[in-house]
Nanobody, 118 residues
Framework: QVQLVESGGGLVQAGGSLRLSCAAS????????MGWYRQAPGKQRELVAT???????NYADSVKGRFTISRDNAKNTVYLQMNSLKPEDTAVYYC????????????WGQGTQVTVSS
């Protein structure tokens, strides 16, 4: 019953910024992690950033210092502020919600395209 709706993707020039949002609805539990993953053509889906209910964060080395993940628990929404974008950031970005308690389960959004031109 969990739905994730992503927004904020688009086309941006190298060095520019985008802000992604993902709103979760449905049967949610308070103890969960939310995050962003991305998949470029011909590549496996990879972790970009995650954030726990306690706001502990984890970033891929490739985006650390450029991207910032945050969440609003009252709105069940996670954000990804992307600065200093590079062409290699081009990918479909997927929102993830991981329920950790009382049951472990992953949910995924449909993805939003981010394209960075050189």
């Amino acid at each position: 019953q969990v739905q994730l709706v992503e927004s904020g993707g688009g086309l941006v020039q190298a060095g520019g910024s985008l802000r992604l949002s993902c709103a979760a609805s449905g049967r949610l539990f308070s103890i969960n992690s939310m995050g962003w993953y991305r998949q470029a053509p011909g590549k496996q889906r990879e972790l970009v950033a995650t954030i726990t209910s306690g706001t502990s964060t984890n970033y891929a080395d490739s985006v650390k210092g450029r991207f910032t993940i945050s969440r609003d628990n009252a709105k069940n929404t996670v954000y990804l502020q992307m600065n200093s974008l590079k062409p290699e950031d081009t990918a479909v970005y997927y929102c993830n919600l991981r329920n950790e308690y009382p049951e472990f389960r992953d949910y995924w959004g449909q993805g939003t395209q981010v394209t960075v031109s050189s």
